[in-house]
């Protein structure tokens, strides 16, 4: 008998068992770069799934990327076009009339306000875009001067024209990390003009995070409200996630709080006081949660914990309870910078910066040009209440990263401390991202990042539907309500002058009452 053939025969066999067993059992949770992972976070199983995502750069520089939506589908995105005049960048914001000139070379053009041909502001340390959904209303705004206050224009045209009021913040001291969001106006909130929506905007100001609110489309702010006090010894302690709003005007602010608890400071009195609540006890490092509402109105959250692993839970009844967390990502993903958007109930995409190359995390002993990171998309339709959802992940940009090195747990390259997702009217998911590995080295992973100034601006997106008709943030706003001052002023540049010359006396004077009134100051006797 040879034996060497009998052992080689049993060695078969044995082989073939184990495959056969192999293949009754769920695929390992640590896939090795699958092109879309689908995570069983109860069964703590991956599988295959048939998700698929594309990218492309944008034709713009950027840095710490947001970007909105309008209506008709046009996408914009805050820019860095070049260097500013001191320590900073100019000011830009790129248009794309739809989501499929996006992925068209030249679709993207810089409509950013402009002064005698400068781009205005002049310059930025944190560029941010948004667009209210509900009125199509698109909003520039750029950190400017520098840490005390914004610039803020406006366009109710495609970004054709611009308003630009005299001052685009709250009194509140220090100005950094901004965010906003429009809001329904809650009961009791009188509006000051013809706009529908209450916008509110917050920044970290050091010892508190401070939030003012516009009456008036954005034309005029009234003085910071605290949401809540700096919780740690660090100067970016009240840094916080993007704002979201209910439809019934509930204003949501998801923070960190200095890297503590993941928590969630909500304002039912249009952005005027706010509640903290507790998102869960797990221990979080100094990263934003990021939130939103889905058409039924419950709010979805996720957040990373301090082994970088995604996690995800929802709300029901306001962010007073939250369901058990649902990992999102298995073990091999290492995931940083999550922001989420929210379609029909149920549906949610969450987006974030993501790699498989750190198996023990930031302790992992590798080289920084050996760890790739990628625009990460999970998708599910199945965030609903009382059932734990999965997620289907894709790596959007594939063998193509984003940037190289081992960390990106504070600042994350020209990711910063954020990026952004908005869904398109046709219920695409669409995330906003910076590049900073676009030569054939840094991409074959034999140099690090090539790009040292701004990164790239790029979109990612995944085939997937958050919505099955039109997405419910598209609603039409209704008419504004108690007018007091008439309608805000048409779409026209206003740098340099004063409150007064643009509003009027009546107006302006109107205004004033109302702003001291709200902060409790009554007349002497």
């Known amino acids: 008998m040879n034996t060497t053939r009998a052992s080689v025969s049993a060695l078969l066999v044995l082989g073939l068992l184990l495959s056969l067993l192999v293949a009754t059992q769920s695929v390992s949770a640590d896939p090795v770069d699958p092109a879309c992972e689908s995570y069983d976070s109860a069964a703590n199983a991956s ?27 046009g996408l914009y995105m805050a820019t860095t076009p070049g260097r500013g005049v001191a320590v900073g960048w100019r000011a830009g914001v790129a248009k794309a009339e739809s989501l499929d000139s996006a992925f068209t070379s030249g679709g993207w053009t810089d409509v950013q306000p402009t002064i005698a041909g400068y781009s205005n502001p002049p310059e930025t340390n944190d560029p941010y875009a948004y667009v209210d959904p509900s009125t199509g209303r698109i909003f520039s705004f750029h950190m400017s001067p520098i840490l005390l206050c914004s610039i803020l224009s406006f366009s109710d045209d495609g970004g054709e024209t611009w308003t630009t009021p005299p001052v685009g913040c709250g009194p509140s001291g220090a100005w950094d990390h901004q965010t906003m969001v429009a809001a329904p106006p809650t009961p009791g909130t009188v509006m000051l003009g013809d706009y529908p929506n209450v916008l509110i905007q917050c920044v970290n100001s050091v010892y508190a995070e401070m939030c003012a609110r516009s009456l008036d ?34 204003i949501y602010l998801p923070s960190p709080n200095g890297g503590n608890q ?16 507790e998102i869960t006890d797990m221990d979080i490092p100094f990263s934003d949660p990021a939130i939103d509402l889905d058409a039924a109105g419950v709010l979805h959250v996720t957040w990373i914990d301090t082994d970088n692993h995604l996690w995800y839970s929802l709300s029901t009844d306001k962010a007073v309870t939250f369901t058990d967390p649902v990992r999102v990502t298995s073990t091999g993903v290492h995931a940083e910078l999550p922001a989420l958007v929210a ?13 498989r190359d750190l198996p023990n995390g930031y302790d992992t002993d590798v080289a920084a040009k050996d760890v790739s990171w990628g625009a990460y998309i999970a998708v599910t339709d199945t965030a609903i209440p009382g059932q734990a959802p999965t997620f289907d992940i894709v790596n959007t940009t594939g063998d193509d990263p984003i940037q190289r090195g081992t960390s990106c747990n504070s600042r994350c390259l020209f990711l910063v401390d954020f990026i952004d997702v908005v869904v398109a009217p046709d219920g695409t998911p669409v995330a906003a991202f910076s590049d900073g590995c676009d030569n054939a080295a840094c991409i074959a992973g034999t140099a690090s ?15 997937f539907d958050l919505c099955e008709e039109t997405c419910h943030q598209f609603t039409p706003a209704e008419g504004g309500q108690s007018p007091l001052l008439g309608a805000v002023l048409p779409a026209a540049e206003h740098i340099g002058f004063e409150a007064r010359d643009v509003l009027g006396d009546a107006r302006y004077e109107a205004l004033l009452q109302t702003h001291l009134d709200e902060l409790g100051f009554t007349p002497a006797e």
């Open 47 to 73: 599988s295959a799934c048939d998700v698929t995502g594309r990218w492309t750069q944008i034709g713009h520089n950027n840095f710490e990327p947001t970007m909105g939506v309008t209506p008709e589908g």
């Open 217 to 250: 489309g954005g034309l005029t702010w009234g003085a910071g409200y605290p949401a809540y006090p700096n919780p740690s010894l660090t100067g970016a302690g009240t840094q916080t996630g993007h704002l979201a709003a209910g439809s019934d005007g509930t």
């Open 262 to 277: 993941a928590s969630i400071y909500v304002s039912d009195d249009s952005g005027l006081t706010w509640t903290e609540r």
């Open 343 to 355: 379609g029909d109930a149920g549906r949610v995409a969450i987006a974030f910066a993501g790699t």
């Open 449 to 463: 990042n090539n790009v040292t100034d701004r990164g790239k601006g790029m979109i990612a997106v995944a085939d």
